[in-house]
């Protein structure tokens, strides 16, 4: 099947081409005009250069693909960036959708998160894709950029194009080039862990998400969102983990954690005055205080979709580390 992807550079998108080689489809990765490709490249596929804001060129760069995959976003969660969240997962996912009905696309696969998603704070009660978002979730400039990047796309389904949402949780594995979970691997690894979160969330291994993209091309249901969660734990246990995947001690820091999240709130709020850069966005810290448990069982059954467990996605993402020099061997 001819495949176009957007955001193939990416961390989630690196994995989902890694899924399509592998499963024998001919993919065109789109990616930025000045976006690095070093990882994307040795995977053989089509890349060609050009941006969501140019909805000409998108739809040039898509004919004759069969199926759209869209990971393209900004994923910042600081009001500051509200207008280039704006213009990337909603306007840019106007342009894709609109990109797909001209060239007669058949299936359209969307990339969102369960920060579009509603929690119940609990394991017993895990949130599934029908659970209301509210509370402070619901402003994240996040959050409500790519909950309306979701209705476009659902609009896409009412107009006639199949189209299926998924929403990953915390993903972990090969490919973080852009220090998502990656991040506290690398500071576990380097004796630099900044804090231990008091929450816990789901956990998913990368590689899984990118094969339950594939599935989804074929297998999910049009108009449909689909969690990609797989193993709750709390931030703790995930250090204790990393502790032996990495095998050594993994020495964590006694500071106040509500006292380093009011700092970073400071930092956002004053910036640029010389208060320091906080080491994780203020919004996200107020969300590692609690604990964020998701249901894939949709995704399970209709997808065949199963996460390999933490310590199996912890051992890829330091495995690609080591390999790629941003861990020692």
Known sequence: MQVFMTGANGFV???????????????T????????????????????RGGLDDPAGLAEAMRGAQAVIHTAGNTSCNKRDL??????????????????????????????????????????????EDTPLDGYRARSPYAMTKRRAEDIVLSAHARGLRSVILNPAEVIGAYDHTMQWGRMVLAANYDQVPFVPPGGGSFCSAADVGRAHVSA????????????????????????????????????????????????????????????KPPVEAYRMKV??????????????????????????????????????????
């Open 217 to 276: 091309i074929t297998a999910g249901r049009s108009g449909e969102r689909y969690i990609l969660a797989g193993h709750d734990a709390t931030y703790a246990t995930f250090l204790a983990t990393l502790s032996e995947v990495l095998e050594k001690p993994v020495n964590l820091p006694t500071a106040s954690y509500r006292r380093l999240y009011l700092k970073s709130v400071l930092q956002e709020r004053l910036a640029p005055l010389p208060l320091g």
């Open 83 to 128: 207008p280039a969240l704006e213009e990337v997962n909603v306007r840019g996912t106007r342009h894709v959708v609109e990109a797909a009905l001209a060239n007669g696309v058949d299936s359209l696969v969307y990339t969102s998160t369960t920060s579009t998603i509603g929690a119940n704070h609990g394991a017993a009660a895990p949130s599934r």
């Open 288 to 329: 590692f205080s609690h604990a964020y448990y998701f249901d894939s069982s949709k995704a399970a059954r209709e997808l065949g979709y199963a996460s390999a467990p933490l310590d199996r996605m912890l051992r890829d993402c330091a495995q690609w580390y080591r390999q790629n020099g941003f861990m020692g061997a």
């Open 13 to 27: 998108g690196l994995n989902v081409v890694s899924a399509l080689v592998e499963a024998g489809h001919t993919v």
């Open 29 to 48: 990765a789109m990616v930025r005009p000045n976006a690095t490709t070093t990882w994307l490249e040795p995977f053989g596929v089509r890349i060609v």
